[in-house]
C-alpha cells in the first residue's frame, strides 16, 4: 500500500447500473454529489466473509437519506444490499472495506434546480484497511487538537454522514505542520466533537465518555458503548472539552476502517502511561471477538460474483 | 435547456492533460476532490468571444491554491489559462462558463495522508448559462432568508471558492418548501453572508453595502465596487441584518453565472415598490457594457482549437 495511486487499485465498484474495477470508477462532473457535496454515504466492513452490523449501517443509510431528500435514487434498502453484496463477492474479498453512496446527480439546466436531479447510487468494496498503520494501532496514534473548529449543526447535520469535509482537511494540515498526523476539532464553545472519519472516547475516573453532539452517530461507537455493559463500565453521550482529554486515563479513536484505536498522545500530553490502557486494549479484543457473533454479522453472498 | 441531463450535455472538458466532450468528463471517485471536497475552484465568462476579467479570476486562483497547498498540481498560471482557452476554442463557443478546478487528488493508501496525493486540474467550457431565468433577471427574483446558518469561517475559509455547500444544499430546500428557489444565509450571529453562488448588495438610504465577512470575494461584486464609485454611489463592505435586507431600497445578487440580478421580495416582503430599482438597473447596464472595454476582456484564442 506503499505504491502511489494504490489506494483504490483493487476492488470492485458500481454506479449507473454497471459493476467495473475500482481503478475505472469515475463520477460525471455534472454530478452536485461533487459540485456541491450534495451526498450521503455509509461506510462498512467485511470481516472473514461476512458483513459487520450491516443491518445498522443500512439503518443510518436510510435515515440520511431521508433527511436528504434522496427520493429518486431507484434502489431501495434490499437493492441496495444486493449491490454491496456484488460487490464484495464480484471483488472476491474476504475482508473488505464496502462504501455506498447516494448522489443529488445532475441537473436539469445550469439554474441546477436541485429538484430537477436524478439521484444516483455509487458503491464500492475494496481490500479491508484502518485509518491509521498497524503501528500505530499497536503503540497508539499521536492526535493534536485543531485550532479550526467542526462545521456547527446549524449549518450541515453531523449525524448525515458526508463528504463535505474541508474543515478536516484544514484541521489535518495543521496536524503535519505539527508533525503529526491525526486532529480533533472542537466545536465554537470548545467542546470536543470528532476527528476526520472517527469518533473520540475519552476514559475519565471509570467512566467513558464521547462528544453527545457535533458528531456522526457512529457505529463503532455504538459498539463501545454495548461492550463497556457487558464490562459494568459507564460509557455516555457527554462534554468534553480538550483540557478533559489531555488529562483523560485513557483516550481511543473508533472508527468502521480501524475498529478501536487507542491514543498514545493529545498534543504534547502524554496520556495515562503513554500506552494503550487496559480498557482499551479490553474493549478492542472485545470488538474483534465480536465478529465472531452470528448476532452481528451477515455472511457475504459470494454466488452473486457472477452475473 | 429544460430536457433532463442537458446541464453539461454540450461542452468541452479536461483532466488529466486530456480533452473529451463535457458529457464524458467524470472524476475518479478515488479524488478527495470528492471524498472530502477537497479542492478549490474557479469560474469566469466568455462573452463575445473574449473573456471577462480572466487576470483577476486567475489572481484568485491562485490565493486559493496557496492558501490550500495545492502544489502538485503540474500547471503554472500560464499552463491553465491556456486549458482555458483550448476548452472554449475546441467547444466553438462565443459565450460560455468556464470552470477551473484543482483537487487534492487520490492518496497512496488507506490512510489517506494529503501529503501522498498528486494534485489534478480539472476544467470545462460549457455554452453561457445564468443562475436565475430571463424572466426572473427581468423582473427580479424572490429569495428567502434561511434558517440554516453559512459555515463560519473559523471552520472554512469561504474566500477558497469551493464545493463543500451542504449548508447551501439545506437552505435551498428551505427556499423550495417556501415556494421559492434561492436563499440567503446568515452567520450565527445573524449577519447576511451569501447565497448558492452569489454575493448580495442592499441599497439603503443612497449607500450600498455587502457583506464585509464570510463570503466569497466576488469578482462581479468587486465590478459593482467600481462601477458604483463612476456613479458617485457609496459601496462599500459591512454588516447587514436580515432586517436592513427587507428594509432596504433595492437588493440585488451578483454572480459570474449571471451578472447583476434584481431581487423582487426578500421573504414575504416586497423590496422597494416590488420592481427592479433605479440603481440596480443602471448598474446592470453599465455591467454588461463593461465587457466592450479592452481592459477587461482576453480575447479567447481559438486558433487553439486544434491540435
Given at each position: 500500500m506503499t505504491e502511489p495511486s494504490a489506494y483504490g487499485s483493487a476492488g470492485v465498484g458500481f454506479i449507473d447500473g454497471e459493476y467495473s474495477p475500482m481503478a475505472e470508477l469515475r463520477l460525471p462532473v455534472t454530478d452536485m454529489g461533487f459540485q456541491l457535496s450534495d451526498m450521503c454515504y455509509d461506510a462498512v466492513h467485511v470481516r472473514n466473509g461476512a458483513f459487520f452490523r450491516l443491518e445498522d449501517h443500512l439503518d443510518r443509510w436510510e435515515r440520511s437519506l431521508a433527511a436528504r431528500r434522496y427520493d429518486t435514487l431507484g434502489h431501495g434498502r434490499d437493492a441496495v444490499a444486493e449491490v454491496l453484496h456484488r460487490c464484495v463477492a464480484r471483488a472476491g474479498l474476504r475482508d473488505a472495506m464496502v462504501t455506498f453512496i447516494a448522489t443529488r446527480g445532475t441537473p436539469a439546466?445550469?439554474?441546477?434546480?436541485?429538484?430537477?436531479c436524478k439521484n444516483r447510487l455509487i458503491a464500492w468494496a475494496l481490500p479491508y484497511y484502518g485509518i491509521v498503520p498497524d503501528e500505530e494501532l499497536e503503540r497508539g496514534c499521536d492526535i493534536i487538537v485543531a485550532q479550526t473548529i467542526r462545521i456547527p449543526s446549524e449549518a450541515?447535520?453531523?449525524?448525515?454522514?458526508?463528504?463535505?469535509?474541508l474543515d478536516f482537511v484544514r484541521a489535518v494540515f495543521e496536524a503535519y505542520d505539527r508533525d503529526a498526523r491525526y486532529a480533533v476539532l472542537l466545536d465554537r464553545d470548545g467542546l470536543v466533537a470528532e476527528g476526520r472519519g472517527w469518533n473520540i472516547f475519552a476514559l475519565t475516573g471509570g467512566v467513558l465518555v464521547s462528544p453527545d453532539a457535533g458528531a456522526l452517530e457512529g457505529i463503532t461507537r455504538k459498539t463501545v458503548y454495548e461492550l463497556s455493559e457487558r464490562l459494568n463500565i459507564e460509557a455516555r453521550a457527554g462534554r468534553i472539552t480538550a483540557t478533559d482529554l489531555r488529562a483523560a486515563d485513557e483516550v481511543f479513536l473508533t472508527s468502521t476502517a480501524g475498529g478501536i484505536m487507542p491514543v498514545r498522545r493529545v498534543d504534547d500530553t502524554a496520556i495515562g502511561n503513554g500506552e494503550p490502557g487496559p480498557v482499551t486494549l479490553r474493549l478492542k479484543d472485545m470488538y474483534w471477538d465480536l465478529h465472531d457473533d452470528p448476532a452481528y454479522a451477515t455472511p457475504v453472498n459470494y454466488d452473486l460474483a457472477e452475473a
Open positions: 439546466s445550469g439554474h441546477k434546480d436541485l429538484r430537477s450541515v447535520d453531523p449525524t448525515v454522514k458526508n463528504f463535505g469535509r
